[in-house]
């Protein structure tokens, strides 16, 4: 009990880290921001195939109903951290940005027979940009202005589920999430003349609001080692209780007299219903091939905007800002023998790809497109009394662009530490 009440705090300690963006995108300065990757460290390297996945000694948060799998005997514990870098490209000019993230903490454990825990924190959205444009005025004089692009934050999820298999080879699950974080941005406006008057915009949102996830696995066998798993989840789509807030402040540049206007949107974001369906092949445990679609419903939440009509501001919510978002991923992992004394025997390679529609629209036209592949592997940590942690490294490519619009390529390296201890083994001495 002492170790698992450690662990918490654990996992309670991370708060602070995962406050902090895991993007240096401009893109994320649209919505809610650029959706996370959800995925742990032996997802990640097929790329996020999970919704069939379900393994004793893996906590598989993408469907809580894997947690009836876990192992009777073991603790899991995992934690992941990412670097990246991303090439922007934009009109011919380029230029590369770097930043690092620590992601996620979860723990897994077996509760009662058929029935499975875990508990962690994991992203939702990221928000991080910084960046500034300057054009001319067109008078006289050669006036330039410039706009400041600036913004950071983003959600997270905490959160506890259970996984209950009632009879063999059918799961149920749920997580319940506590949502929280805030996103604050700026166009920050200036001019080269000192006596021009400024224009400048917040923008600025705090949510602490629920999330909850459904999630069930039918597993089918094929034959006395193989097996195929159907995975199923929803997510409740809702309101979040979130206040949007929009400040525009103007300045006179010759009395440094600043007029501020702040409009209000009450109840301004929402989640949108979220449904999914993956399906895994697993041959003797050897080698499992996995392949997931997610549909996220945007297209039927509203989003806050500042607009002026016939010289009147206001800021209200947009209908047409989001689509549905859909997502297809494929991935596999292979094991030469899972349960072998010998270390080589024991690493398993994986690999996987994904295509992503955007979920907003930008000016009018369609947001960016995401492709990425990755490959990675699964180390085993083996020592005189422990065989079953897992060093997870894996490295993502991630292409995100639109036409006309600026496109990011990112090199992503993911590294997950699965600790996997036989708490509730009892031993017997002679």
């Not at 995108?25 to 742990?40: E, F, L, R, T, V």
């Not at 592997?377 to 005189?384: D, E």
């Not at 894996?394 to 590294?415: A, D, H, I």
Request: charged share 15%.
């Amino acid at each position: 009990m002492k170790r698992l009440f450690c662990t918490i705090a654990v996992v309670a300690s991370t708060l602070s880290a995962l406050a902090q963006g895991g993007t240096n995108s401009p893109y994320s300065q649209y919505g809610m921001g650029i959706m996370a990757d959800q995925g742990n460290g032996f997802s990640r390297g097929m790329n996020g195939v999970g919704l069939g996945f379900h393994d004793g000694n893996q906590v598989n948060y993408l469907n809580p109903a894997s947690y009836a799998s876990m192992d009777s005997l073991t603790f899991v514990f995992d934690v992941g951290m990412s670097g990246q870098l991303t090439n922007f490209e934009e009109n011919g000019k380029r230029i590369n940005a770097k930043n690092a993230d620590f992601e996620y903490a979860v723990a897994g454990f077996r509760a009662f027979k058929h029935l499975g825990m875990s508990f962690g924190i994991i992203p939702f959205t990221n928000v991080g940009y910084n960046y500034a444009n300057t054009n001319d005025v067109n008078d006289a004089n050669k006036t330039t202005y410039t706009n400041t692009y600036t913004g950071s934050g983003g959600l997270h999820q905490m959160f506890l589920g259970m996984g209950w298999e009632p009879f063999k080879g059918f799961a149920l699950g749920v997580n319940g999430s506590y949502l929280w974080g805030q996103y604050n941005r700026s166009i920050v406006n200036s001019y080269s003349d000192a006596y021009v008057n400024t224009l400048s915009k917040y923008y600025t949102a705090k949510v602490n609001n629920y999330k909850v996830d459904f999630g069930a696995q039918f597993t089918f066998r094929l034959s006395k080692k193989n097996s195929m798993t159907l995975g199923l989840v929803y997510g409740l789509g809702h309101q979040i209780g979130a206040d949007p807030e929009c400040k525009v402040i103007s300045r006179n540049s010759q009395t440094s007299v600043a007029d501020t206007a702040s409009y209000v949107v009450e109840n301004g974001l929402e989640l949108p219903h979220t449904f999914g369906a993956g399906l895994l092949l697993n041959f003797d445990k050897r080698i499992k091939i996995g392949a997931d679609y997610t549909l996220q419903q945007w297209s039927k939440v509203g989003f806050p905007e500042y607009v002026v009509k016939g010289n009147q501001p206001t800021y209200v919510l947009n209908s047409d800002y989001y689509k549905d978002r859909h997502k297809v991923n494929i991935g596999g992992e292979y094991c030469k023998n899972p349960t072998s004394r010998k270390f080589f025997d024991r690493m398993r390679f994986r690999a996987g790809a994904s295509y992503t529609t955007p979920y907003l629209n930008i000016n009018g036209k369609e947001g960016p497109k995401e492709i990425s592949v990755s490959a990675g592997f699964g180390i085993p940590i083996m020592n005189g009394w422990n065989a079953r942690s897992i060093l997870n490294i894996s490295g993502q490519w991630v292409n995100t662009q639109t036409p006309g619009m600026l496109k990011e390529n990112t090199f992503r390296v993911n590294v997950g530490i699965t600790f996997n201890e036989r708490w509730f083994m009892k031993w017997k001495v002679d």
